[in-house]
């Protein structure tokens, strides 16, 4: 089941890769424990490249090095947050 309120969509975490009913470790987790490894594969549909590290805060990103994939990710951030 799925509730919505003031445009927010609040339901059952689920892996990222669509159709997957396999059970997140943790809230915080992307993908399910078969598709964890996709975790060091750039977000970007398409794209096969390793995940770079910020260089600020040394966390890993979503996206590879490409500075428009970068920027990509940065702008769904920024929107996530507002």
Do not use: F
């Not at 915080?28 to 260089?55: K, W």
């Amino acid at each position: 089941k799925v509730i919505m309120t003031d445009g927010v969509t609040i339901g059952q975490p689920c892996c990222a890769i669509p159709q997957c009913k396999n059970p997140l470790m943790t809230n915080h987790c992307r993908y399910c424990l078969e598709h964890q490894n996709l975790e060091s594969i750039c977000a970007m549909e398409g794209c096969s490249q390793a995940v770079t590290s910020d260089p600020k805060t040394r966390k890993l990103r979503k996206a590879c090095n490409d500075p428009i994939h970068v920027k990509m990710e940065a702008a769904n951030m920024e929107s996530s947050r507002s």
